[in-house]
C-alpha cells in the first residue's frame, strides 16, 4: 500500500495544478491518470481544436490577401499535416506537463482510481493508495444524444471530430454552443455546408443576446444554415447521407447532410469512482461541493467540470490551486464574479461578467455603450471590422457590471475586461486610462465613452 499526504484523481487542467500547488505547498503529492496528463482540454479539446481553428483562420487571411495587394497562385488545405500539427502541439503540451510535475516533485501514476473507502483508492483493481486528503479532479465527458440514430456510422462527437481523415461535403451540427460553433467555423472555412440546429431560440444562448444574434447574422450571411428552436428527434440512414427528423415551431422537417456532429454538452465523468463508498454525495450535475471545494466527505474535494460548476479550463486552474490551498491550512474565498469566457469563431467573442438579461433581473438601472469596430482604425486597416464592444454599467456608482466583445482579437481584449470588473473599475477609471492608439484595445475608451453619449469617433 502507498501513503501520501495528497492525492489527486485525475490530470487535467485542474488536477495537475492541484497536484503542482500542492507540492510547492510542501504536501507529498501523488497524481492518477487513467490516460494522458492535460485532460480533455489539452488532447481533445481546447487546444487541439485551436489548432484546427487557426487553420481555419489562415485560410480567412488568404482570402483576404489581395486586399493588401499580395496575390496567392493557390492554396489548398492538406489535412493530414494539420492532423500532424495538431499532434505534435499536444504531445509538446503534455510532455510540458509531465516535466512540470517532476520538477515540483509529484510522482505520477497511471490507472483508473475508484474508492475504497473514505481515505483509500484502488488503482486498475490492484494497487491501494491511502491519501490524507484527495482531491478529484476527472472532469467530463461527451453528454450523449437520447435519440435513435446517434450509433450510426457518420455520427460523430466532438472527439472523433478531431480526428477527421477527410473533408465531407456537408455537416449537421445538433447543438449551437460553443462546441458547435467553433466546429461551424472549422467546417464552413473549408466550404463544407453547415447546417447549426439548436434547441433553445438562439445558438450562443448563455451569451448576451447582442452578441449571439450579431453572430447569427455573421453565420447567416457566410451561408451557415441556422434552426433555432429546434429538437432532433431521430437520425437515419439516406444512401450515403443521414437524414436528420426535426421539430421546429410545431412543424415537423426534414434534412440531409454527409455527417453529424453531437454537440450537446458535457457531463460529469464520476460513474468509475464509486463515491458511495467515500461517502461524497453526487447528483446528475456532478458531485456536490460546498464555499472550499469540499465534498460532503471533507477529507475530500472536488475541483473543475466533476463539480457541476462552470465547466472552463481556467475555471479548474483556479480551483485547482484553491484546493491545495485549503488543504494546507489557508483561507480561501472563492470569488465567481470575474469569470471570462472565449469563443473562438469568427470573429472572436469573449465576455466577462453579466449580460445585459442577467443584470436586468438582478434589478439593477443600467446605462450601456456600444462600439462597432468598424470605427477603430487598426480593426479597419486589418479588415477585421465586424462586430463590436458593449459596456454594461449601473447608474448608481457607475461601476462595470459586464464586457461583451465581438470582434477581433476578442480573446485577448478580455483580459482587461476581466482585470476592471475584479477592481471594481467605474465607467470613469475607464476613460481616463490612456489607450494606446492605432490598437483595438483603444475601442475599450471609446466604448465606455458611449455609455455617457460621448464617443469621439462613433455617433450613434
Not at 517532476?102 to 490492484?126: M, Y
Not at 463544407?192 to 444574434?213: F, G
Not at 490551486?321 to 480561501?332: P, Q, R
Request: charged share 25%; with cysteine.
Amino acid at each position: 500500500m502507498i501513503q501520501t499526504d495528497v492525492l489527486v484523481i485525475g490530470g487535467g487542467p485542474g488536477g495537475y495544478t492541484a497536484a503542482i500547488r500542492s507540492a510547492q505547498l510542501g504536501q507529498k503529492t501523488l497524481l492518477v491518470e487513467k490516460d494522458k496528463v492535460g485532460g480533455t482540454c489539452l488532447n481533445r479539446g481546447c487546444i487541439p481544436t485551436k489548432v484546427y481553428l487557426k487553420a481555419a483562420e489562415l485560410l480567412h487571411s488568404i482570402e483576404k490577401a489581395p486586399l493588401f495587394g499580395i496575390k496567392i497562385a493557390g492554396h489548398e488545405l492538406d489535412l493530414q499535416a494539420l492532423r500532424q500539427r495538431k499532434e505534435r502541439v499536444v504531445d509538446t503540451l503534455v510532455a510540458g506537463v509531465k516535466s512540470l510535475l517532476k520538477a515540483n516533485g509529484v510522482e505520477l501514476k497511471s490507472g483508473t482510481a475508484r474508492f475504497k473507502n473514505d481515505n483509500t483508492v484502488i488503482i486498475d483493481g490492484q494497487e491501494e493508495i491511502t491519501a490524507q486528503k484527495i482531491i478529484i479532479a476527472t472532469g467530463s465527458n461527451n453528454l450523449e444524444l437520447s435519440i435513435p440514430g446517434t450509433e450510426l456510422p457518420g455520427v460523430l462527437n466532438s472527439d472523433e471530430a478531431l480526428e477527421l481523415k477527410e473533408i465531407p461535403e456537408s455537416i449537421a451540427i445538433i447543438g449551437g454552443g460553443v462546441i458547435g460553433v467553433e466546429f461551424a467555423e472549422f467546417y464552413a472555412s473549408l466550404g463544407v455546408k453547415v447546417t447549426i440546429l439548436e434547441a433553445l431560440p438562439r445558438i450562443l444562448p448563455l451569451e448576451d443576446a447582442a452578441i449571439s444574434k450579431e453572430l447569427q447574422k455573421l453565420y447567416t450571411s457566410r451561408g451557415i444554415t441556422i434552426h433555432a428552436s429546434s429538437f432532433v428527434t431521430e437520425i437515419r440512414k439516406a444512401g450515403s447521407l443521414k437524414e436528420l427528423l426535426f421539430e421546429t415551431e410545431g412543424q415537423k422537417k426534414t434534412l440531409q447532410a454527409e455527417q453529424v456532429l453531437v454537440a450537446v454538452g458535457r457531463r460529469a465523468n464520476i460513474d468509475s469512482l464509486a463515491l458511495d463508498n467515500a461517502g461524497v454525495t453526487f447528483d446528475t450535475k456532478g458531485i456536490k461541493v460546498n464555499e472550499n471545494l469540499q465534498t460532503t466527505n471533507p477529507a475530500i474535494y472536488a475541483i473543475g467540470d466533476v463539480n457541476g460548476g462552470i465547466q472552463l479550463a481556467h475555471v479548474a486552474f483556479y480551483e485547482g490551486e484553491k484546493a491545495a490551498e485549503h488543504i494546507a491550512g489557508k483561507k480561501i474565498d472563492l470569488d465567481y464574479k470575474v469569470v471570462p469566457r472565449c469563443i473562438f469563431s469568427n470573429p472572436e467573442i469573449a465576455s466577462v461578467g453579466l449580460t445585459e438579461e442577467e443584470a436586468k433581473e438582478k434589478g439593477y438601472a443600467l446605462q450601456i455603450g456600444v462600439f462597432p469596430f468598424r470605427a477603430n482604425g487598426k480593426a479597419l486597416l486589418m479588415d477585421a471590422a465586424e462586430g463590436f464592444m458593449k459596456i454594461i454599467a449601473e447608474k448608481d456608482y457607475n461601476e462595470i457590471l459586464g464586457v461583451h466583445i465581438i470582434g477581433p482579437a476578442a480573446s485577448e481584449l478580455i483580459v482587461e475586461a476581466a482585470l476592471a470588473l475584479k477592481l471594481e473599475c467605474t465607467i470613469e477609471e475607464i476613460i481616463e486610462t490612456i489607450h494606446a492608439h492605432p490598437t483595438v484595445g483603444e475601442s475599450y475608451r471609446e466604448t465606455a465613452m458611449d455609455v455617457w453619449g460621448r464617443a469621439i469617433h462613433f455617433k450613434r
